[in-house]
């Protein structure tokens, strides 16, 4: 029930992320894009990135979430035994990194349609 909010919420915070990585990073793209690295190239590095905060998110969410968890049923003495609803857990981690990369989507496409000679000449 809380997991969905918390998976929005977290892909929400990737596409900001990957939007301000965009901006900051557009000399880098620029200058890549000069070199001869192609827009799709871009595209698809903006993207892998975005997945892999998925990855981090999710692996650090349960290393520190079951943990946590255990220890709050624990400290509640709560009657009921603790479980691991691992066939969910797996689904949302299953979805959450082809949604972080969708989130990137967007930045993605910017960052590759960065034109090389605008983003080396600009004075940040």
Known sequence: MVLGPTVLVAVAGVATTASLTV????REFGLLRAL?????????MV?????????????L???L????????VRVAEA???????????????GALVPVT??????PALRASR???????????
């Open 65 to 72: 979430g079951v943990p946590y968890a255990w220890l709050v």
């Open 23 to 26: 901006v900051e990073r557009g």
């Open 114 to 124: 960065t034109s090389p000679t605008v983003a080396v000449a600009r004075n940040d």
């Open 79 to 93: 009657s009921a035994p603790f479980t691991v609803p691992a066939g969910q857990l797996a689904a949302v981690f």
């Open 101 to 106: 990369a969708a989130a990137g989507t967007v």
């Open 61 to 63: 969410g349960l290393a």
């Open 36 to 44: 001869g690295l192609g827009g799709a190239a871009v595209h698809r």
């Open 47 to 59: 993207t892998a990135e975005c997945a892999l905060h998925g990855v981090l998110g999710g692996v």
